[in-house]
């Protein structure tokens, strides 16, 4: 399954490399070209592949949604007992993945590839680093590149996992925490030698974003009422104490303590909007509880079915 966008002059050379990986390893597969909203000839020399070779499936979508959106549709038209991924940008090298096919026929779940020699400039090298280290930081992961597009997938599984943002980056990791058993391999990495590259440090503080949101939902999903109950008791506690004192001062000297009842206003509404927030996060830990519960079902079903083999 390959992403393209604005690729004109990779999409021949890209089918042609694909191809003769695969043939030659003689590995049955479908080429599944998903067009995010090109500007260019890509679609209409995806549509000429597409119509010469029935093996290649090509999805346009109407408009560019990025990378991960164009997974999303690719992963789900895929219909191969393994899903194999890669950039359009003619940098991943298709011979890699024989080889990381036979890391999952060993027993992985997935196999993730690892740009050990990067031929890219510094300006997506140095943010590929810094999201490579964000990523083992706050995520307690072990993938060396999680940029790395290049990967191998068991198709039941991959096919579970919902895909939104810039989150085909986390899926080795969520696949970890999930109990999936993981690979890495070294893979050939080439120059681009066409088009642009449409990655920059633009990308980091998005990376930084997501890494966050999915740490909070999963700490969130394991105590979602320790963290409600967390910030609504001290809120109210001060608002309730900051109230009463600021009656007390009235009745006894019969002054208005504006400034006490201020902040006992303002943190009983911060108590109020806490819980509010505190009863949508539930449902937001749930769903996103839920999601990993089943990746978790289905790597623990294709465990199960291999030892029973």
């Given at each position: 399954?390959?992403?393209?966008?604005?690729?004109?002059?990779?999409?021949?050379?890209?089918?042609?490399?694909?191809?003769?990986?695969?043939?030659?390893?003689?590995?049955?597969?479908?080429?599944?070209?998903?067009?995010?909203?090109?500007?260019?000839?890509?679609?209409?020399?995806?549509?000429?592949?597409?119509?010469?070779?029935?093996?290649?499936?090509?999805?346009?979508?109407?408009?560019?949604?990025?990378?991960?959106?164009?997974?999303?549709?690719?992963?789900?038209?895929?219909?191969?007992?393994?899903?194999?991924?890669?950039?359009?940008?003619?940098?991943n090298d298709p011979t890699d993945i024989p080889a990381m096919v036979a890391?999952?026929?060993?027993?992985?779940?997935?196999?993730?590839?690892?740009?050990?020699?990067?031929?890219?400039?510094?300006?997506?090298?140095?943010?590929?680093?810094?999201?490579?280290?964000?990523?083992?930081?706050?995520?307690?992961t072990s993938v060396k590149d999680t940029g790395c597009s290049l990967k191998?997938?068991?198709?039941?599984?991959?096919?579970n996992v919902p895909l939104y943002s810039d989150m085909h980056r986390f899926?080795?990791?969520?696949?970890?925490?999930?109990?999936?058993?993981?690979?890495?391999?070294?893979?050939?990495?080439?120059?681009?030698?066409?088009?642009?590259?449409?990655?920059?440090?633009?990308?980091?503080?998005?990376?930084?974003?997501?890494?966050?949101?999915?740490?909070?939902?999963?700490?969130?999903?394991?105590?979602?009422?320790?963290?409600?109950?967390?910030?609504?008791?001290?809120?109210?506690?001060?608002?309730?104490?900051?109230?009463?004192?600021?009656?007390?001062?009235?009745?006894?000297?019969?002054?208005?303590?504006?400034?006490?009842?201020?902040?006992?206003?303002?943190?009983?509404?911060?108590?109020?909007?806490?819980?509010?927030?505190?009863?949508?996060?539930?449902?937001?830990?749930?769903?996103?509880?839920?999601?990993?519960?089943?990746?978790?079902?289905?790597?623990?079903?294709?465990?199960?079915?291999?030892?029973?083999?």
């Amino acid at each position: 399954m390959v992403p393209l966008h604005n690729e004109e002059a990779n999409v021949a050379p890209l089918y042609a490399a694909v191809v003769d990986a695969l043939q030659s390893a003689g590995i049955d597969f479908e080429l599944i070209l998903v067009d995010d909203g090109s500007r260019d000839g890509t679609s209409r020399l995806a549509a000429g592949l597409a119509h010469g070779d029935n093996r290649v499936c090509l999805v346009r979508l109407r408009r560019n949604f990025g990378q991960t959106a164009a997974m999303a549709v690719g992963i789900r038209t895929s219909r191969g007992r393994l899903v194999a991924t890669m950039d359009g940008d003619g940098q991943n090298d298709p011979t890699d993945i024989p080889a990381m096919v036979a890391l999952i026929e060993a027993g992985s779940d997935i196999v993730v590839g690892w740009r050990r020699k990067r031929q890219d400039s510094r300006l997506r090298v140095i943010p590929s680093k810094i999201a490579n280290w964000m990523m083992r930081r706050i995520m307690r992961t072990s993938v060396k590149d999680t940029g790395c597009s290049l990967k191998v997938y068991r198709g039941n599984l991959i096919r579970n996992v919902p895909l939104y943002s810039d989150m085909h980056r986390f899926i080795p990791a969520l696949a970890g925490l999930a109990g999936a058993r993981l690979a890495q391999m070294q893979v050939k990495h080439h120059a681009r030698m066409w088009g642009h590259s449409k990655y920059g440090y633009s990308r980091i503080g998005k990376v930084f974003l997501d890494l966050i949101s999915i740490r909070f939902l999963l700490s969130f999903s394991k105590r979602p009422y320790a963290w409600v109950l967390g910030l609504a008791v001290p809120f109210s506690a001060v608002g309730v104490a900051a109230i009463l004192v600021g009656f007390w001062h009235a009745i006894l000297w019969r002054e208005d303590d504006v400034v006490l009842l201020g902040v006992g206003l303002l943190a009983g509404s911060l108590a109020v909007f806490t819980v509010m927030w505190g009863l949508i996060g539930l449902l937001i830990a749930e769903t996103s509880a839920s999601n990993l519960q089943q990746f978790a079902r289905v790597a623990a079903e294709l465990s199960q079915r291999d030892v029973e083999e």
